[in-house]
């Protein structure tokens, strides 16, 4: 099993940054995918942005530009940010943290994050 523990998210005005930070323990292995997934109301759980064991990334078009994902390889614990610039009214979801290795799926509770315009 893998745990995964979110933080950040909240309420902002538009135009303002959030960082997103999401923490994989337990039973993890040193290649994996970790990234954020978004999903707003009425509609389908969309990619954000991932990233590789070994800092590839893949970002959404809608964000690219405005956030940048990094990680934290720690021997026990690999830790995933998402700082979000220039946030947008669209950007407001549930944000949900992800981990994969093959096959193996790994969801996190998701936190909230709110632009206002």
């Known amino acids: 099993q893998v745990q995964l523990v979110e933080s950040g998210g909240g309420l902002v005005q538009a135009g303002e940054s959030l960082r997103l930070s999401c923490a994989a323990s337990?039973?993890?292995?040193?290649?994996?995918?970790m990234g954020w997934y978004r999903q707003a109301p009425g509609k389908q759980r969309e990619l954000v942005a991932r990233i590789t064991n070994n800092g590839h990334t893949t970002y959404a078009d809608s964000v690219k530009g405005r956030f940048t994902i990094s990680r934290d390889n720690a021997r026990n614990t690999n830790t995933v940010h998402l700082q979000m610039n220039s946030l947008k009214p669209d950007d407001t979801a549930v944000y949900y943290c992800?981990?994969?290795?093959?096959?193996?799926?790994?969801w996190g509770q998701g936190t909230q994050v709110t632009v206002s315009s």
């Open positions: 992800n981990y994969w290795n093959e096959g193996r799926d790994y």
């Open positions: 337990g039973n993890i292995f040193a290649i994996n995918i």
